[in-house]
């Protein structure tokens, strides 16, 4: 039997199982639910396509999907801690146990890229956007200063005045970055749109979109969940999120893939030194990340953490 067929009809299971836990209560169905729905869906999206003859990332291109996971760890963290200041969501209802809980922080925020990654690989086999075309973005160098300084205003305002500017963290990494990765020569957005090609970007975007609803769907019946606390009324809700909220995820998920790229662009520097030099320079990078990433756990115990 093919093993994408397996492969899927055990996502499935899982999937089945863990649903029907989580109407009956059952644990660890009720407190893990998000992740026994996210994992499943990853990996039966990435079978799905490549039984259908499409590009899947997970087979396709298995090292690059390997470090998703650990990168999207960080990446998560680092909106995480500016939830510290922001204080626009709250966990409620997780595991009492340390090494529980936080495995469960793990398992989750490390599905977020490779969820964004499925989603768009999906959207991309159905030929969305495939026709999309736009006219030529010419000289984008001479966007470079606009677009740093309005990433900066993007990131300080909403740490500055929360209350008034907090949507702008959703995007702010796109203009910090996109100029220094176009400079660099890295894998960017502004590159697409000097081509004329706005595919990919519409994808990511689209990616993100389609990404949230199902975060909110799967987070909503959750005995461990997150439930949003916004500083201005919200309007109408789509399970824990309010309608406007939604168009936050499309920028999320190019800032997500601003973040990724970066690192890659960091990785190709670091491989160009020399032997001893690359090693420090490998150490110092891995151990500044486990820094903050255990500072950011610690932090959501003590300032995020509702019960």
Known sequence: MNPHVLILAGCLAVFGVASLGLTQGVEPFLTWYY??????????????????????????????????????????????????????????????????????YVLSFASVLPALVTAADVLEHLGLFAKARTRPLVRPQTLYGTLASTGVVCLVLPLAW???FFPLVWGGFVFLLEPWLHREGGDCLLADLEAGRPRRPLLIASAGLVTGFFWEMWNFRAGAKWVYDLPVPAGPKLFEMPLLGYLGFPAFALECFCLTSAFFLLRRRIS???????????????????????WVLRGIDRWTLAS
Do not use: H, M
Request: charged share 15%; proline share 8%; aromatic share 16%.
């Open 162 to 164: 929360p209350e008034i």
């Open 272 to 294: 160009l030194l020399p032997p001893f030099t690359r090693k420090l320079a490998w150490a110092a990078l891995i151990l500044a990340a486990v820094a903050f990433d255990v």
């Open 35 to 104: 992740s026994f729905a996210w994992w499943p869906a990853i990996f039966a999206g990435q079978s799905g396509i490549k039984l259908k003859g499409g590009r899947a990332t997970l087979w396709d291109d298995p090292r690059l999907f390997a470090q998703l996971p650990f990168l999207s760890l960080t990446v998560w963290l680092i909106f995480e801690a500016c939830n510290f200041r922001l204080g626009d969501w709250a966990y409620l209802n997780l595991p009492q146990s340390l090494p529980l809980r936080w495995l469960g």
